[in-house]
């Protein structure tokens, strides 16, 4: 009687919390990529699904449960599950890029002359054969006594000397802007404004608000972000909300 009681205090709790368990239906979404295939697990369960082409999934889960997410192109990420969680109608989730960093790379013993190193490396089995060397190397200057001098470059240098060429302009003249990486509008949004802003202000349902702001990146402009354009901004997310509730996906009609 005795054992029969201790099992049955093991057992009871997982069995209830399993009666317990509903259907959650979540999404995965990504400022890099789309979150498709990426592996979701209840680790209380032991149930896995997987993502669709937009990030969706649905899955049995209970508050307690732990979901791990996995992927080729995203960090290993786990969620324990809280009640707000299943009172949201979609439950969302941000996943970050994996960051592939490759070792440092050494060539040694090489000479500076593809077709030297390539007979060495026997690059031709990679080209069935077909790769000629001699014709990249066309223009590698040859060896010589004087140690590979760049006459070309002494004689431009004699003639700056006797007429000095206009320097270059500045990469801003020529066309060309640094590559600046700023994170996307969705973060920076939420950096700036309290949640009030959002629920109150524009109107927009605390639950649905991830899902909404990761909508409004297609096509944000950063000037919006600027405080003096607030009024700008604020009729830029509810003309932006009304076409997120016209979305197939998005219609509770």
Do not use: W
């Not at 890099?32 to 899955?59: Q, R």
């Not at 003096?228 to 076409?243: G, H, M, S």
């Amino acid at each position: 009687m005795n054992k029969f009681l201790t099992f049955f205090l093991l057992v009871a709790p997982a069995v209830f919390q399993g009666q317990n368990r509903q259907l959650l239906k979540c999404k995965v979404i990504s400022d890099e990529y789309k979150a498709v295939d990426v592996t979701v697990k209840n680790l209380a369960a032991e149930t896995t699904v997987v993502t669709d082409e937009e990030g969706n999934f649905s899955i049995e889960a209970a508050v307690g449960d732990i979901l791990e997410f996995s992927s080729l192109t995203f960090k290993k990420y786990t969620h324990s599950l809280k009640p707000q969680d299943f009172r949201e109608e979609l439950f969302v989730i941000r996943l970050e890029p994996l960051a592939i960093i490759l070792d440092e790379i050494k060539v040694v013993g090489m000479t500076g002359n593809l077709a030297i190193d390539s007979k060495k490396l026997a690059v031709d089995k990679l080209f069935n054969k077909e790769f000629d060397a001699s014709v990249i190397n066309l223009n590698v200057v040859p060896e010589n006594p004087l140690g590979n001098m760049n006459f070309m470059a002494i004689f431009g240098m004699l003639a700056d000397a006797v007429s000095p060429s206009k320097p270059k302009p500045k990469y801003r003249e020529r066309g060309y802007y640094p590559t600046v990486h700023r994170p996307p509008f969705s973060v920076v949004i939420q950096q700036n404004y309290p949640l009030s802003f959002f629920t109150d202000t524009v109107q927009i349902p605390k639950e649905k608000l991830a899902l909404f702001l990761h909508f409004c990146n297609q096509d944000a402009k950063l000037y919006l972000l600027d405080p003096k354009n607030e009024a700008d901004l604020i009729i830029f997310l509810k003309n932006k909300y009304t076409l997120y509730l016209n979305q197939p996906e998005n219609n509770e009609n």
